[in-house]
């Protein structure tokens, strides 16, 4: 037992270690501009300041709606592609569902940048920049791959049993994959749909070629255009950033075991 | 036959998906690539077709043997520390103890963080002025460094930044194959008197050799792609020094008045390459962890 005492405390030591420019966000956002180039910098907030937070209210509200729009948009584009897609891979098992899952496996290697590139070609002929729903498109295409080959392994593992179950109660393809098999998968659906949604959310590159010139710009843009500014207001700059942190904090502590599972099965399994 | 006909049918969505937003800006790029576009053809089409020119052009260029130089530093240092860092924390955390879940979770931070969030703290925590990583060098005496603005430091930052956003993905997936080694191979060795050291050097690092070439290739593939962080902390500045083949692609095409899609393309098109080498290493090594 007094061993254990020994590796909690290390443990605690190395998170701190971790977590310090996290708590260092923090602390700067907390910091007022007079204090902000002071050397060496305060440990802690001495002479806390919400103006930071003020600007954020101010400024930044409509950035953060519309990253909630595209990131629900995505979580809403990525699992209608993504669960047919998955029952079909898991349990109708087509001929040729072998060389498909390997495109699904290798577009998720293709560089960001290159995506970009393509869609903004696409995008400028079609019309399609500086829209919302063009940049749930886009999103998307992070999060799609991902999802089907996430999606497919949970829902492999679904008993057999029960859709044959159904089957022999009469139910077609349609109505065991929307009632048996899908309600079944629904820990694949969660884990699917969180990364969706932060993956769309977090996404800088695809907002800042696609949808730089449009009205409604995502949280990541406004950040971007704070630190663009000649006279960098760190303490706004992070008091932005603690704010566009706090889905991510939010999952972690009401879907870890979901978070988990999604990069370990991403890595190790199908 | 009939099986694989509503197979299909359950398909077509995400088939028509990938041939649309997948396949389609793939061609563009490589379209793009072989041309010599300008901003009015790029909207209206017609732009001639030149073949490798655009290639030529870029292989030519003085910055090519720095980005690509950089993309294989940044890689390589990024992988090896975030693998051993995260191996480190895996073997740590792989024995139960007081609040372990919860440190562990705590661990998924940084991972989970919008890499602008990330990027800009630690483009703050390296300022060479007020920066907190300077404050604590002073501290103990050594000079501080300009991070950022120092060609010859720019790199190390950005890579800096970029381990620390790996530890966690590392960690869990690591931790993970620890967990899959039965107890039983431990007490064995322990058994026969091999003290920890001897019994994760001979026992545990061999048995976690297939999860441990899917992690490195997996980040492997992920550190190629990486853009955010070093376009926000640097933009692969001053002048170049931290620039890779995805921030110079970028570059390219967006990052002037003037965009020069042609060879940003040419650019994107060679990562691409690099990537899908990698890619297909991974996903050979991943039939052979699932076949043993």
Do not use: C
């Amino acid at each position: 037992m007094t061993r254990s005492w020994w590796r909690t405390a290390v443990g605690v030591l190395l998170t701190a270690v971790m977590l310090f420019p996290v708590y260092w966000m923090v602390n700067v956002s907390l910091t007022p501009a007079s204090r902000m180039r002071k050397s060496p910098p305060d440990l802690f907030p001495v002479d806390p300041t919400f103006e930071g937070y003020a600007r954020v209210l101010d400024e930044q509200l409509p950035y953060f709606g519309t990253s909630l729009l595209v990131g629900l948009g995505t979580v809403v584009l990525t699992l209608a592609l993504a669960a047919p897609a998955a029952y079909a891979l898991a349990k109708l098992r087509p001929r040729g569902r072998g060389s498909l899952m390997f495109v699904l496996l290798v577009a998720q290697m293709i560089p960001g940048i290159v995506m970009a590139l393509g869609l903004y070609g696409m995008f400028v002929r079609f019309g399609m920049t500086n829209t919302v729903w063009g940049l749930v498109l886009a999103d998307s295409t992070i999060a799609v791959p991902f999802a089907v080959l996430i999606l497919t392994s949970f829902l492999s593992a679904v008993p057999d049993e029960i859709v044959q179950a159904a089957r022999i109660d009469g139910a077609g393809p349609f109505r065991v994959f929307w009632s048996v098999v899908l309600p079944a998968g629904r820990n694949g659906l969660v884990t699917s749909g969180l990364f969706a949604f932060l993956w769309a959310w977090s996404d800088f590159l695809f907002a800042t070629t696609l949808d730089s010139g449009g009205a409604l710009k995502p949280l990541t843009l406004g950040i971007y255009r704070y630190i663009g500014n000649n006279n960098q207001e760190w303490n706004a700059i992070m008091a932005t950033a603690v704010v566009a942190s706090v889905p991510a904090t939010v999952l972690l502590v009401l879907a870890q075991r979901f978070v988990a599972a999604g990069i370990t099965a991403g890595a190790v399994k199908d | 036959m009939r099986k694989n006909l509503v197979g299909w049918a359950f398909l077509s969505p995400i088939v028509a998906y990938l041939l649309l937003f997948y396949a389609y800006p793939l061609v563009t790029t490589v379209d793009l690539s072989i041309r010599d576009y300008t901003v009015r053809s790029f909207v209206r089409g017609g732009a001639p077709l030149t073949g490798f020119e655009n290639y030529l052009t870029v292989f030519a260029d003085p910055t090519f043997r720095t980005a690509l130089l950089n993309t294989v530093l940044f890689t390589v240092v990024s992988l090896v520390f975030q693998y051993g860092i995260g191996l480190a924390m895996a073997v740590f955390f792989s024995r139960h103890f007081r609040l372990s879940a919860t440190l562990r979770a705590l661990f998924l931070v940084p991972w989970l963080l919008p890499l602008i969030v990330s990027a800009s703290t630690w483009a703050w925590l390296l300022n060479s002025e007020a920066g907190v990583v300077n404050a604590v060098l002073r501290f103990v005496g050594v000079d501080g460094v300009h991070w950022l603005t120092s060609p010859d430091w720019s790199l190390v930052s950005v890579t800096i930044a970029n381990i620390w956003i790996g530890i966690p993905f590392n960690l869990v997936v690591l931790y993970s194959g620890l967990r899959d080694i039965p107890a039983e191979v431990h007490e064995a060795s322990a058994l026969d008197g091999a003290n920890s050291w001897q019994s994760f050097r001979h026992v545990t690092f061999p048995l976690l050799r297939a999860v441990s070439t899917v992690t490195l290739l997996l980040g492997l593939v992920y550190t190629l792609k990486v853009f955010d962080i070093i376009w926000i902390m640097t933009r692969g500045g001053p002048s170049g020094s931290s620039t890779t083949l995805a921030t110079w692609s970028y570059e390219l095409g967006f990052g002037n008045a003037l965009p020069r899609f042609g060879p940003s393309a040419a650019v994107g098109n060679v990562l691409i390459l690099i990537a899908l080498v990698a890619g297909l290493v991974y996903v050979r090594a991943q039939r052979k962890q699932e076949a043993s």
